[in-house]
């Protein structure tokens, strides 16, 4: 290898190692981030941030390091698969492959995330957000307000999936779309009955009367 591949293999690892400082320090005490030169493969590990793993740097590549060196032709990207650190909490990593111009790797960049970290915090978030079946697929109620534009297009809606304008509906059909307006919260909103009673041309009482 010349001077000049030398040096480009240089350039284009010590750019690698600002990468990597930089992402291990965005995820503190999650994610350990290690550059790997393969072109020393007893010694490859150049950057090791935010330790998880106890490696030092000078320490040997990993199988996965050993792979790339033997075969160019081996995946450059390694995404999100299943790992643990030498005490075993569980870890997700991904190993990204670094070539030079003439195709050969020459580093690899890794990024091991401690789930064991992350799972309670997972679980009490379900938890969290788990709702209660028991009432059914039906809101109990809407955390907003029902605007008039919002109702008279659900009128309108509703309306057009029964091949009518709102005035010209049947009784029946009006009063189908009145239980569904009640059903689906819309008389939450102040006026809702008259606004209803205007499209359809009825009363409010009729309106009151279809919607029980």
């Known amino acids: 290898m010349s001077e000049v ?3 480009s293999d240089e350039h284009l690892i010590q750019e690698a190692e600002k990468i990597a400082v930089a992402l291990g320090r965005m995820f503190p005490g999650l994610c350990e ?3 790997h030169d393969l072109r020393d493969p007893r010694h490859a590990i150049r950057v090791i941030e935010n330790n998880l ?3 030092q740097v000078g320490d040997s590549a990993t199988e996965l390091g050993l792979a790339r060196i033997a075969d160019p032709d081996y995946p450059s990207v390694i995404q999100n698969y299943p790992n643990s650190f030498p005490d075993g909490r569980p870890a997700k990593s991904t190993s990204i492959g670094i070539k030079n111009a003439a195709g050969e790797y020459v580093a690899a960049l890794c990024l091991n ?3 064991s970290v992350l799972s309670p915090v997972t679980l009490a978030l379900s938890n969290l957000v788990a709702t209660d079946t028991a009432h059914g697929d039906r809101p109990l109620e809407t955390l907003r307000d029902r605007t008039s534009r919002e109702l008279r297009q659900a009128v309108e809606t509703l309306s057009a999936q029964r091949g009518a304008p709102p005035r010209s509906l049947s009784r029946e059909d009006k009063k189908t779309l009145v239980r569904q307006l009640y059903q689906d919260g819309y008389f939450d909103s102040r006026d809702a009955a008259q ?3 205007d499209l359809l041309g ?4 009729t ?3 279809y919607a029980k």
Do not use: C, F, K, M
Request: no cysteine.
């Open 5 to 7: 591949e030398t040096g």
């Open 207 to 209: 309106v009151y009367n």
């Open 53 to 55: 793993s106890g490696r």
């Open 113 to 115: 995330l401690d789930i």
């Open 202 to 205: 009825v009363s409010r009482a």
């Open 33 to 35: 981030v290690v550059l």
């Open 195 to 197: 606004t209803i009673a």
